[in-house]
């Protein structure tokens, strides 16, 4: 059985950064895909970002140019650097872990919240 494991997550102010963890355990298998979805309060879960295990990346347009992200593939790890974070930002913030970078899902973590208020 794998699990996602996240970490990181809190309450941060406007213009504030933050960085999530999340690290898969429980199979040798590498995933090509890693990333993070979010789930705001009322609304549906949207991709932010993801990477695959050859480097590609992906942002969605709210996000680009202020979140990184980043893999460790040794140890199984994913990270998402957020900068310039706006209130509309706060959010569940899901781990995911799939075959391809944008698509179906294979696992889920149980994501941290991530609160922008000041």
């Known amino acids: 059985q794998v699990q996602l494991v996240e970490s990181g997550g809190g309450l941060v102010q406007p213009g504030g950064s933050l960085r999530l963890s999340c690290s898969a355990s429980g199979s040798m298998i590498t995933f090509n895909a890693m990333g993070w979805y979010r789930q705001a309060p009322g609304k549906q879960r949207d991709l932010v970002a993801g990477?695959?295990?050859?480097?590609?990346?992906y942002y969605s347009d709210s996000v680009k140019g202020r979140f990184t992200i980043s893999r460790d593939y040794l140890k199984n790890t994913v990270y998402l650097q957020m900068t310039s974070l706006k209130p509309e930002a706060t959010a569940v913030y899901y781990c995911y872990s799939a075959y391809r970078l944008i698509g179906s899902v294979d696992y889920w973590g149980k994501g941290p919240l991530v609160t922008v208020s000041s």
């Open positions: 990477i695959t295990s050859g480097g590609t990346t």
